[in-house]
């Protein structure tokens, strides 16, 4: 009986993950170096997903039309993340999206102690969705923190490199979270991530990129995201620091190419990140 089960068990895990899926807009399409790599597609959501070698029958057509209408789809994957099918959900009922932002001043807090940061983090919303993407979790947390205790907190965005992705089978493309600043008895100020969902406390910048690079990278901070998207040869990963304001990656590219900053909050990216983050 003890095996049946242990079979059982086995048999629900796998079809349970080759069930998963992921939606999104595609952000680049890696077709690899050589005809032995596989073709990589970063998706919004910031997974890597993964499309054989010269696969140009019905799933990479589809992949390829929709990168180029920047349509939202939806992949089914297998539990090593090669990808099984391609549908378009229905987004018929979703808010667009504002045409303008009204600047607002900001400034990031400077907390007085350790203590605080602790405090805050403590207070930070669980409960997140398993399947959630990161995100929706630190668009949530900066966003009740500044209504909470009226903390102006920055973000960090930790972008994993082609080179990266491929040395180590790496299934994200970016990781994001708050982050603030603390001022020490020393007189120094310290950063601190706010990274509720992989740390127990608030953790330094290095301690918290060492979570994720399996090789302990150092990772170069960026003032503009196409550092990262030309220069992916030369490290392993990148940091860019910007404000609580910016949700994903295409505000970082938006922000480059039309200069278009977020200086406040959009009602729809809230409620998209209660709902994709939280289920609420």
Not at 10 to 23: G, I
Not at 90 to 111: F, G, I, M, N, Q
Not at 152 to 174: A, G, P
Not at 197 to 219: E, H, I, K, Q, V
Request: charged share 30%.
């Amino acid at each position: 009986m003890r095996k049946i089960l242990l079979t059982l068990s086995v048999f629900f895990s796998l079809t349970a993950a080759s069930r998963e899926f992921h939606e999104g807009t595609i952000a680049k399409i890696d077709p690899g170096t050589d005809s032995s790599e596989e073709t990589q597609i970063y998706l919004s959501d910031g997974s890597v997903l993964k499309l054989p070698a010269h696969k140009d029958g019905t799933l990479g057509k589809a992949l390829k039309a929709a990168h180029g209408d920047s349509k939202v789809i939806r992949v089914q994957v297998d539990d090593a993340r090669w990808i099984q099918s391609v549908s378009y959900p229905d987004r018929s009922t979703e808010e667009a999206p504002p045409r303008a932002v009204t600047p607002l001043a900001y400034t990031p807090t400077v907390l007085g102690s350790d203590a605080e940061a602790a405090e805050i983090f403590r207070k930070l919303r669980p409960n997140a969705r398993r399947s959630s993407q990161c995100y929706s979790r630190a668009h949530i947390w900066a966003y009740e923190s500044k209504t909470s205790v009226d903390l102006d907190s920055q973000k960090v965005f930790l972008f994993f490199t082609r080179r990266y992705i491929r040395e180590y089978n790496y299934e994200w493309w970016f990781h994001v979270a708050p982050y603030t600043f603390v001022k020490g008895a020393d007189g120094t100020t310290r950063e601190r991530v706010l990274d509720f969902r992989f740390t127990r406390r608030p953790t330094g910048m290095r301690d918290w990129t060492d979570l994720f690079m399996r090789n302990r990278a150092t990772c170069p901070e960026i003032a503009r995201y196409s550092e990262y998207e030309d220069n992916e040869g030369t490290n392993y990963c990148y940091l860019q620091k910007v404000s609580m304001y910016y949700f994903q990656p295409l505000d970082l590219d938006n922000l480059e190419r039309t200069g278009r900053e977020k200086n406040q909050w959009l009602g729809y990216e809230i409620r998209r990140a209660y709902r994709d983050g939280f289920n609420l």
